[in-house]
């Protein structure tokens, strides 16, 4: 069964103190992978997506990496206003003639404090 | 429109009542999809629109649920005689090209409570 596993769940972290959130993924044929953030009350905002092992994208204080198992995103020297959930969803093949599936994982819910 | 607006952003029915939920999609996406989100959790894929056609509704719970794309530009998503289960936060997305590939943006959801 096609999976998406992110963890930790929750990431309390002092102003400063990098880190980095996993995501594990068991599909059949990664189409790509797509990292999002959410603010509570908020819809997802999309931030990166990876195509194949070994990419690498970086926006400000973020960089996603991409192996054949799984994605980490990278939060260096982070700030209160990055804390937010961060949402991981991969696109694989369904199989037959039917689109594509999404799916999302449960996501880290990350806490900065000040 | 500068991003994707949803309608109502709030709903409270009663159970049995039919609610109706709209999308307003970025002007000129192609695709859009319904996702359903409880709490604590990640979005789950509901239906997807290519223009006015919807090409996969695998994820509507039942057949109580329906979407609809009929011009190809807003969507509305019908819930018949709602239960608590379907208590969550319906999210649509739009996205420029014909596949998911492409960024999705979000709106920012209607909360649906079922009292």
């Known amino acids: 069964e096609d999976q998406v596993t992110q963890s930790p769940e929750a990431l309390r972290l002092q102003e400063g103190e990098s880190s980095s959130l996993n995501c594990s993924y068991t599909?059949?044929?990664?189409?790509?992978l797509f990292w999002y953030r959410q603010d509570p009350g908020k819809g997802p905002e999309f931030l990166f997506t990876?195509?194949?092992a070994g990419e690498e994208k970086e926006k400000e204080r973020l960089k996603a990496t991409l192996t054949k198992k799984e994605s980490f995103l990278h939060i260096t020297a982070p700030k209160p206003e990055d804390s937010a959930t961060y949402l991981c969803?991969?696109?694989?093949?369904?199989?037959?003639?039917?689109?594509?599936?999404?799916?999302f994982g449960k996501g880290t819910r990350l806490h900065i404090l000040p | 429109g500068a991003g994707v607006s949803q309608s109502p952003r709030y709903k409270v029915a009663k159970r049995g009542q039919d609610v109706a939920l709209r999308c307003d999609p970025i002007?000129?996406?192609?695709?859009l999809f319904w996702y359903q989100q409880a709490l604590g959790q990640g979005p789950e894929f509901l239906t997807y629109?290519?223009?006015?056609?919807?090409?996969?509704k695998s994820g509507l719970p039942s057949d109580r649920f329906f979407a609809e794309r009929p011009e190809g530009s807003v969507s509305t998503l019908k819930i018949q005689r709602t239960q608590q289960e379907d208590s969550a936060v319906y999210l649509c997305?739009?996205?420029?090209?014909?596949?998911?590939?492409?960024?999705?943006?979000f709106g920012p959801g209607t909360r649906l409570t079922v009292l």
């Open positions: 629109f290519q223009n006015e056609a919807q090409l996969d």
């Open positions: 990876l195509y194949s």
């Open positions: 002007s000129g996406h192609v695709s």
């Open positions: 997305a739009s996205s420029q090209g014909t596949s998911g590939y492409n960024e999705q943006f």
């Open positions: 599909v059949s044929g990664l189409r790509g």
């Open positions: 969803a991969v696109q694989a093949p369904f199989g037959g003639n039917r689109d594509d599936k999404i799916i």
